[in-house]
């Protein structure tokens, strides 16, 4: 017997097959496994412009960023070369020249 992915809500293990579904018996939610895949596929982050960002991508930011804990701030114009994404506020991990690793936020940047 296949081993059944715990519930997205609740997290319990107890799951069950129903039809092309699976349910969890604790919360009631009920699911598409092949759809929950594609979902978690499917994390898209847009700069300013609404280009799609990817890994590795460059972009330049487009406003004065200040930078806490320190006086200066990122200037406009800043380019900043092999962004990392992830899934969170800030939503651009990067190393910028004289400032180390940076989170930054994709509505402040754009494509290169």
């Not at 009631?28 to 092949?34: K, S, T």
Request: hydrophobic share 30%; glycine share 6%; proline share 5%.
């Amino acid at each position: 017997m296949a081993e059944l992915a715990p519930c997205p809500q609740c997290k319990s293990t107890y799951t069950y097959e129903m039809d092309n579904l699976l349910a969890c018996p604790e919360c009631g939610y009920e699911w598409n496994p092949n759809e929950s895949k594609e979902a978690e596929d499917s994390f898209v982050v847009k700069d300013c412009n609404g280009n799609i960002l990817q890994n590795g991508d460059t972009v330049v930011t487009i406003k004065n960023l200040p930078v806490r804990g320190t006086p200066q701030s990122i200037k406009a114009g800043t380019k900043v070369r092999n962004i990392k994404l992830v899934d969170s506020d800030h939503n651009i991990d990067c190393k910028i020249d004289g400032f180390g690793a940076m989170a930054l936020k994709s509505e402040f940047v754009k494509k290169a």
